[in-house]
């Protein structure tokens, strides 16, 4: 249980959620590759490629060269796409692709929080165009998402305006936080990822969702909560009468899901290297 009603007269409080592997059971980006095959966007040998890319993902299995060849194809495979085209195909496929593939428990855990008056924020390192009719979905308040950049004609650059990994994660957090009141000490914070360390520190209630390996150690020795989530349902199910957004769903570059894993994983290397303070 989380607890009574937040009192109005205190400082406001959140609920942060990573996306991927803790409100949906996949790669909300690379789920779509197979839009993008059936739109032209990608061939045949691409959607074989980001399959295995979703498969890395899943498993936590690849090393530090292997995500980076990974995260430099996707970002190049991306250029140049129309992003109107890319709009349209996920408007049609949004909610055949991620409705079934959110978790049963995730969607509780969404409802209780704001059932105690906590807003709820989608912080994830997918792109802010797949994870806004995502987080509108699931009722989030917010989302703290990766920008791509699109140029003068209308086409991605294969360039990233905004990253959201790692410590940029929780550089988001601590701005919304002095932005919308909030008291973090008071906030809670989900993710499966050692790479959002960062973003489970900056609260005072951290919670490791269907952790992979390292953040597990990380959460047994900070005596974190650890969550397993495994149950996806459709939403449509949980809450009969559940509207379709009416506004066009947009998507990012499908390098966003695998650049997720390689920066995270760099980065996490890189910290546990440095000489400690």
């Not at 990233?160 to 936080?177: M, N, Q, R």
């Not at 008071?186 to 490791?208: K, N, Q």
């Amino acid at each position: 249980m989380l607890g009574v009603v937040e009192n109005h007269s205190l400082p406001r409080t959140a609920a942060f959620f990573d996306l991927d592997k803790t409100v949906i059971a996949k790669s909300s980006t690379l789920t779509f590759s197979k839009s993008f095959y059936q739109g032209g966007l990608i061939n045949r040998r691409a959607v074989l490629r980001t399959a295995y890319a979703q498969f890395v993902f899943l498993a936590g299995g690849a090393d530090h060269d292997q995500m980076e060849r990974m995260r430099e194809y996707l970002s190049a495979l991306c250029r140049g796409w129309n992003v109107q085209q890319v709009k349209e195909l996920v408007a049609e496929t949004l909610h055949d692709l991620i409705d079934p593939i959110i978790y049963d428990e995730a969607a509780s855990l969404i409802e209780e929080h704001h059932t105690a008056g906590r807003d709820v924020v989608i912080v994830s390192t997918s792109g802010a165009e797949v994870v806004e009719p995502i987080g509108e979905l699931l009722g989030a308040d917010r989302v703290v998402a990766t920008r791509m950049v699109v140029g003068d004609d209308g086409c991605f650059t294969g360039e990233v305006e905004y990253y959201a990994y790692g410590p940029t994660k929780a550089d988001a957090i601590k701005e919304l936080a002095a932005s919308e009141g909030y008291d973090l000490a008071r906030c809670y914070a989900y993710s499966d990822s050692v790479t959002d360390l960062p973003m489970l520190e900056s609260v005072g209630h951290p919670h490791a969702v269907n952790p992979d390996r390292a953040l597990r150690r990380e959460a047994l020795t900070r005596e974190w909560p650890i969550l397993d989530f495994h149950r996806p349902v459709r939403l449509k199910k949980r809450i009969p009468g559940l509207s379709v957004p009416s506004r066009p769903a947009l998507v990012a570059a499908v390098a966003i899901g695998a650049a997720a894993a390689t920066a995270g994983l760099v980065w996490y290397a890189s910290r546990r290297r440095a000489p400690q303070l």
